[in-house]
């Protein structure tokens, strides 16, 4: 299917197929022939073995959170409503005819010899079991299902979707039970957005460059923030003053009382002062305040010792590091803590086809296996028709319960008058305190668009709980018009979530961030690691059911070969011991390489499948790489791929970090004091200081947002590193991923060279096969050289 929310299949092995552009290298998301070459490639998956279909969020619930906010915000909202509606009205309010057109499309390109009758029917199918899960619990399943713990505190946090913004729930094998929700307008993803829109960055994309410029700054203003901005009480809930914000009803993030507290907005591409530093170092300090106290009330709601996230907030490595060490290492009231790779919206489509696998098909979950071995193939995924609400355990049958199947099932039998589904979203009240500022009064609660201090609400689940709204009904349940303010631990908040900007009329709304992730242990294992005897053992790696997160596309050694060929490339085929020297002996030579071995990572963040690497010794390589060859901003930090049996030598952690979602300061030995003079500095002026033994990872902090690095789960490039090691005494390599500014990372063979050939890097290596750039054809570097203004600027 077409568009930007998360979609997939799973296969016997695992392979995941999303059609989010920087999940899977679906380099053009609006291109279906890509989705129908990457289907190809899906082994022995086939349309026709699929028996059910699950999207990962409910249209007709944002529909209606998007209509209260109109009402509740007008006249003001009306240029957004103006925008918004005929989109929702000419295709999102029929999702589920939209879905099965463009499969049905998807069908009759891949099975061209199929009959008309074969088609329609297929279609038919489609229709008859395409399901919706909840956005929260999409994303609380990405978390805990592939997780490598039977019981955990789920907590997620990310920008808009239905009504949810933050969750905490409970995982027990294959159950998730909602325990509290914060709901819209009040959402952590949502002020971190809007410091990004006013700080000149792009939201949905530019909230890892704040965090990235945070370090910069001092936290000047986190007074000025908890004061104006955000309420947050002591278990981590919150309430957003939105006298300061426009996202309720405009096409912007913030408004001109936001900019008085601030002085005026940064424009985009332009100078970075200090004022804007220090305003991302002071809302990084409220984020990790904000995710500590949420975390630390998980924990206890859930009464477990596991902690596992999801969301676009989820992935802030730095609170998480944050989490790590308050919640670990200090108060240690956890044991682990698992973020899955792809929080964004991207992994919600994992979650929802594993909430719809465990939870409505009752399937058990096998917490130390593989993927493809916890699902089975697509044929039994579902076997039979399926599960009947009447047959399912009293778990699930509760109308009251967040994880009833309403979470995950609409009315089949929707209607056919569009009138009549429009009608539907708004038959609950919209007697609404428009102001949403910190004095209004809790106790009208009709309507949470724009809802004032709202609290975190215990198994409170809105408008979303037992009512399906696929056809209209004149009967309002009380947990359908009004949410349940019932005894619990949270005081004061509302949030938003989800579909990122998707129910919002502007492009600014959500905080899609980054997907990736990351396994902290606090286990006796690790802790041992703290000697350097025991740091010179690998640390153990528990099996989670994501494989690496490299689930994407691969390719063998013939298909690169037949591209290069058509591509008229220059290059050498050899065995791997001999790529990996060559290649090693290079990177301590100082040449920048594009390495593209096995399947591409799932998520924006580069594993060791699709990345750009350098020597983290060589002093200018931070500066190289940004500049001339990722072609974006001088500040942004490179992350090191360390082995995993030099973690603790070279970092100050003893954990591991798989999904490069930690950040950690670097060895202290390891680094280099600062003289009187660079303690003056400030701002980018601290930027070219030497900080330690691998400068290009090492931030200005002296932190680094680690990869731990595992032979059982990518073993050329650990054997790569190896051999770095082995040359250069240093276990790390730089590693960025393998693309330009604002492109997404490069999937197959073409998109490898393309961008190779673009940028100034030195080497190539795909699979067994190694490219050097001044063997290439010199006409194909003016063929390639306007890649970096292909792509819009992130």
């Not at 059910?52 to 959170?65: A, H, N, Q």
């Not at 899960?133 to 990405?142: A, M």
């Not at 967040?402 to 589904?421: G, K």
């Not at 900080?691 to 680690?706: C, F, G, K, L, Q």
Request: charge should be neutral; include cysteine; glycine fraction near 6%.
């Amino acid at each position: 299917m077409q568009g930007e929310a998360a979609a997939g299949f799973f296969s016997k092995s695992g392979l995941f197929k999303d059609t989010q552009g920087r999940a899977l290298g679906v380099r053009n998301r609006r291109e279906s022939a890509e989705i129908a070459d990457l289907s190809r490639k899906a082994e022995s998956i086939t349309l026709d073995s699929i028996d059910s279909f699950v999207f990962y969020d409910k249209p007709f619930l944002t529909f209606e959170r998007l209509l209260e906010t109109y009402f509740a915000t007008a006249p003001k909202g009306f240029l957004s409503f103006v925008k918004a509606i005929p989109v929702w009205l000419s295709t999102k309010l029929f999702l589920k005819e939209t879905i099965a057109r463009e499969l049905e499309s998807l069908y009759k390109k891949l099975y061209p010899q199929k009959s008309k009758q074969e088609i329609k029917a297929f279609k038919q199918k489609v229709l008859n079991n395409l399901y919706f899960s909840e956005h929260h619990l999409s994303h609380c399943s990405s978390a805990f299902f592939p997780s490598p713990f039977s019981n955990a505190g789920i907590l997620t946090l990310d920008g808009i979707g239905e009504w949810a913004t933050t969750t905490i729930a409970k995982g027990q094998n294959n159950h998730i039970e909602i325990l509290q929700e914060l709901h819209f307008p009040h959402s952590l993803g949502l002020l971190y957005s809007a410091f990004t829109y006013y700080l000149g960055f792009k939201v949905n994309s530019g909230e890892y460059k704040v965090m990235g410029l945070a370090p910069y700054g001092e936290p000047k203003f986190v007074d000025i923030i908890k004061t104006h901005l955000v309420d947050i009480k002591p278990d981590g809930s919150f309430s957003l003053n939105m006298k300061y914000f426009a996202y309720t009803y405009g096409l912007k993030m913030t408004n001109a009382k936001f900019d008085d507290l601030f002085h005026a907005q940064r424009s985009p591409e332009s100078k970075l002062e200090q004022i804007h530093m220090d305003i991302a170092a002071s809302l990084q300090v409220v984020t990790e305040e904000i995710m500590i106290a949420l975390a630390r009330t998980t924990a206890r709601l859930s009464g477990s010792r596991n902690l596992v996230l999801s969301g676009g907030v989820a992935l802030n490595c730095v609170g998480n590091g944050k989490i790590y060490q308050k919640l670990i290492k200090e108060e240690k009231i956890l044991d682990h803590i698992w973020v899955q790779p792809a929080s964004g919206d991207a992994g919600s489509a994992v979650g929802c086809a594993l909430a719809f696998y465990h939870i409505e098909c009752k399937q058990p979950r096998n917490v130390d296996s593989v993927l493809g071995e916890q699902c089975g193939s697509v044929a039994d995924f579902v076997k039979g028709t399926t599960a009947k609400v009447a047959n399912l355990p009293q778990f699930l049958q509760s109308p009251h319960s967040p994880t009833a199947i309403p979470r995950i099932r609409e009315e089949e039998n929707q209607s056919s008058s569009r009138a009549d589904e429009v009608g539907v979203a708004i038959h609950k009240s919209t007697q609404v305190d428009s102001r949403g500022d910190h004095s209004a009064s809790t106790e009208s609660m009709d309507c949470h668009a724009v809802q004032a201090p709202l609290a975190m609400t215990e198994k409170s689940i809105a408008s979303q709980s037992a009512v399906s709204l696929e056809k209209p009904t004149p009967k309002i349940s009380p947990s359908n018009s009004k949410i349940l303010e019932l005894e619990s631990g949270f005081s004061n908040a509302t949030n938003i979530k989800g579909s990122q900007a998707e129910g919002f009329a502007d492009d600014f709304v959500g905080c899609q961030a980054v997907g990736e992730g990351i396994y902290l242990s606090g286990n006796e294992q690790a802790h041992r690691a703290d000697s350097r005897k025991s740091a010179a053992k690998p640390t153990p790696l528990l099996k989670d059911s994501m494989q690496g997160s490299y689930l994407g596309l691969s390719y063998s050694n013939n298909e690169v070969q037949a591209t290069l060929d058509s591509l008229n490339a220059v290059y050498e085929k050899h065995h791997f011991d001999t790529i990996k020297h060559l290649t090693a002996k290079a990177l301590t030579q100082g040449k920048v390489v594009g390495w593209h071995q096995g399947r591409c990572e799932f998520g924006p963040r580069a594993l060791g499948a699709r990345s750009i690497l350098g020597d983290p010794r060589n002093t200018t390589m931070q500066k190289t790489m940004n500049l001339k060859i990722k072609y974006r901003e001088s500040f942004r930090p490179f992350a090191p791929s360390v082995l995993d049996f030099a973690i603790n030598e070279w970092f100050e952690c003893d954990y591991i970090s798989p999904y490069m979602l930690l950040v950690a300061p670097v060895k202290r030995e390891k680094c280099y004091p600062l003289t009187q003079e660079q303690k003056e500095l400030f701002g980018i002026d601290k930027l070219n200081i030497v900080r330690s033994e691998i400068p290009s990872v090492t931030h200005i902090d002296y932190s680094a947002r680690i990869q731990s690095v595992h032979k059982e789960t990518n073993p050329r490039y650990y054997a790569l590193i190896e051999e770095f090691y082995k040359l250069s005494g240093v276990p790390v390599l730089v590693n960025t991923s393998f693309n330009v500014r604002g492109e997404p990372m490069v999937c197959s063979p073409y998109d490898s060279y393309a961008c190779f050939m673009g940028t100034e890097m030195d080497m190539l290596v795909i699979e067994d096969f190694i490219l050097y750039k001044e063997k290439q054809p010199q006409e194909h570097i003016a063929r390639f050289r306007d890649i970096k203004d292909k792509y819009e600027l992130d």
